[in-house]
Structures are given as structure tokens and as C-alpha cells.
């Protein structure tokens, strides 16, 4: 069964780091564009970041741009997204999320598979 583990959240004071991790169960991910959104309580989901199967196209959402960083690691199946700089805005649910796109896409229906989702708190 597909499956996409999203883990790393906690809580944190403003302007304090966190690095989340996304673990997916198959090698087929390896090609996937990978993505991270987030939902706050009565909010849309939101797009956060996105990289591409091969590691050289990302793209970031305004609100997060300049403080997060997405990258692959561990055979292409495992993605972080490392985020500095934290806001008490920040505080959501944060999913990761694959699509078969070839290119680091911002759209939610794009992507099909989704993790479970990771809390984050940010505290002023």
C-alpha cells in the first residue's frame, strides 16, 4: 500500500526552527514531485513548497519564501522541508503530498497521495 509519512512537527518559539520529514514507502516516489502544504484551524489548505523528482526545480509559497528550504534525501524517497525564522502564523497542520507532475507544482488537485499530517505550533 502507498504510503507517505510526514513527521518533525512540534512546538516552538517565534523565530525558532524546525525540519520536517516526509518518508514514502516506495521507490516509485523517487520520480514524484513531492510537495508541503499546510491547513490552520478554519483556513484553506495552503500550498508551502514544492521539488521535483530530480532535486533541480523547487518552488515556494509567498508566505514561507526566504524561510524554508525543500530537499530530497535517502534515495529520492525521503523529503524535508526545513523551516527557520517561525511564526506564531506559521501554527498549522503540515502535510506532504506527491504528484506525478514533471514540474514543482503549487496546486492542491495536482497532487494525489497525502501523509497524514504533522502538527506545528509556534508560539510568540
Known amino acids: 500500500q502507498v504510503q507517505l509519512v510526514d513527521s518533525g512537527g512540534g512546538w516552538v518559539q517565534a523565530g525558532g526552527s524546525l525540519r520536517l520529514s516526509c518518508a514514502a514507502s516506495?521507490?516509485?516516489?523517487?520520480?514524484?514531485?513531492m510537495g508541503w502544504f499546510r491547513q490552520a484551524p478554519g483556513k484553506e489548505r495552503e500550498f508551502v513548497a514544492a521539488?521535483?523528482?530530480?532535486?533541480?526545480?523547487?518552488a515556494y509559497g509567498d508566505s514561507v519564501k526566504g524561510r524554508a528550504t525543500i530537499s530530497r534525501g535517502n534515495a529520492q524517497i525521503t523529503v524535508y522541508l526545513q523551516m527557520n525564522s517561525l511564526k506564531p502564523e506559521d501554527t498549522a497542520v503540515y502535510y506532504c503530498?506527491?504528484?506525478?507532475?514533471?514540474?514543482?507544482?503549487?496546486?492542491?488537485?495536482?497532487?494525489?497521495?497525502w501523509g497524514q499530517g504533522t502538527q506545528v505550533t509556534v508560539s510568540s
Open positions: 503530498a506527491a504528484s506525478k507532475n514533471s514540474w514543482p507544482t503549487m496546486m492542491r488537485n495536482d497532487y494525489i497521495y
Open positions: 521539488i521535483t523528482g530530480s532535486g533541480r526545480s523547487t
Open positions: 516506495e521507490r516509485t516516489f523517487s520520480i514524484y514531485t
